[in-house]
């Protein structure tokens, strides 16, 4: 049986992961793909701490330049964005193929990955940069090649899921969230990264790219992240029939394309409002297939290891039959331009908080209705607390965002609306 | 650009989704994998009948055997178990990749077809026979290939489900919905294929081969349909957290493996639990992955069509590779023996109908210690109707089929229970 042999960079999380994982099921494996998917070596600063998983000590090294020289395929699973460019670039000039779980890089250097691939004639390979153990990139790229994409919508983000559902399940509130999330190990200690929906966005780039063709890099992201929901505006989504996600949506309107990440809210009753805790999953809808959802693991050692494991099958099979770049990705737009922010057509949640007297409500709706946004629905409660202040809760039809936010600008500047609007986008699904 | 020529042998309404779906996406499907996927002929007894797609006239043919010596690719659309089965292996052995939605052929003559193509050094698609447009297939032969599977549970007959949904929503009985179901054409004129599970075998009998490497025929799958279920069911059933959906269920329990498809209570808070209408699901629990779930719509002429025409760009791939028999599978058994039904082990819910007296839940609740069967809840209501006979709800912890089975032989023989006991098994997920 034909063998290929694995070299590893990086032996942390992930990378103990698939050493358990091919340690354990490289059989199996084999028997399904009359391949041998060895694991060869393993490349790491630390060499000494203990992962938990018995690799034969022979195999780990100091020397990732060496493992790239001596293997068939190369993991890279450094993460960041520095040498785990260099080391991927360097693995592709010396013709062995890649998988890499590192989706910082590819949404911020995917256009020059790929062009040192494709230069070298071999593969990048990265199925764990989204979603984890979720087979969605190679839904995307050949389970559903034969569409055109209209619609993703992603759950993408396990800490930020995990920190919604908690909320909304204990009322406790963002921070005492976060905290406990931490101390949990479900969020990081700087928790940015999550929390302020880059992660997201990078993952949003890779599924646009596939989707239409174009690494965009995150410029054209919009990006959102969930510090600002509170307790109030889950409980008003709630009662209005809706739940507020952290959702990657990526959209084609006409020949144009939206990447955003923002709290959005969903209706209650469709799985994607369903899916809880850190579990993640990616809506795609299709113009042939209609709409498809895929759910699992988005992140943790083993579901991540999945992922980088289907990818190392996949060149496994390529390095047996003698073939490279037998893959459904090619540069090439399929779209006119990205859409600015500005330009958004939306559905929009308002929350403001007005002071109880009379014509507060003619005012804010006068507003509304000069800037040409319709309501659709609109919640005020009788005062719960002393103190003239009361929560007014708007939900308006579909609006351009840029005239939205106009007329969240002249609500802000009226006596009686004190604080900050809070404003929310509505996806119908 | 490197070009393939597809014949589609069958011009029925998939034939007709997969025409329409390469006309109107050829081209960006021939961006993303750089080959050209043209529809080159249509061979059908019928090529007069207008199937509302432009098809050039001069494509059309009456004769598939001339179609399969001018194309580089076969796609079996006809259906059955006879004339496709000899159009496959002709193909196969001109030494044409076939591309086909037949999961009945599958299910039946998997191995020979299997062996046909490996003879012929080609390959042999079928992304469509499982779960209409969800790429199932691909998740588990490829997404999922370093995973040992421990369980799949699929709901994957859409008319079982439209009709299970239906009752549930409207309160109204199987016979009523089925009829309507027809009239809408959700159901066919002959409905058993649906709805007494078979069609939901055949494709069990599929992902099991995928599973665990064996074409194991139809003789092992247990089958059961929906045709016993009543509206006292479901509504028990939800009463006790339940729904209640035509599952495919296969599992491998140490190295056993078990494959069967019957009515299942389901807990009512699970992601499947929520599939509803003509939609289909699949979960897939991998030793690596953990729980992944593949959601979509399982039938319908364009939703086939996608799953069909992401083979053909699967084998254009290939073709323009120069490589062949590039597939995450091969014979071999990956488990030890199929499990027969009355040693499964399951919950259960039992209904009886008993006579209003004094000791019959004793009576009956003996029996059941006397098997060794424990009782995990039970309903009886008070009596709704005149009449002495009342309903009698039991869900039991997990036991062996062949003692459930015993025991309600021994409660069916009690004067006090009239009628049969309906019996449903649980799976918690």
Redesign the interface.
Known sequence: MKEIKVGIIGFGTVGAGVAA?LL??AE??A????VMVKLARIADLDITTDRGVAVPPEILTTDAGKLIDEVDVVVELVGGTTVAREFILRALRAGKPVVTANKALLALHGRELFAAAEAANVDIYY?ASVAG???II??L????????IHRIYGIMNGTCNYILTRMENEGADFAAVLADAQKLGYAEAEPSLDIDGFDTAHKAAILAALAY?RWFGLDPVYVEGIRDISLDDLRYADELGYRIKLLAIIKQIDDDVQIRVHPTLIPKNT?LA??SDVFNGVLVE????????????GA?R??T???V??D???VA??L????A??????E?A?FRAVTGMGDVQSRYYLRLTVTDCPGVIASISQILATHDISISSLIQHEKRNAGDQVPLVILTHSACESRLRAAVDEMEKLDVVRDRVRIFRIEDI
């Open positions: 994982n354990q099921n199996v494996i028997k399904r793909t009359g199925e153990g979720i087979p190679k839904a790229r050949e389970g559903l090649v034969s569409n055109r063709g799985l369903n899916i299709g113009d042939t297939v209609g709409q498809t959802l895929f759910y699992g693991r943790g083993l579901a290891a999945s992922a494991v289907a190392l099958a996949d099979l390529n047996s039959c003698g073939c770049r037998r893959v459904a990705f090619r090439g399929q």
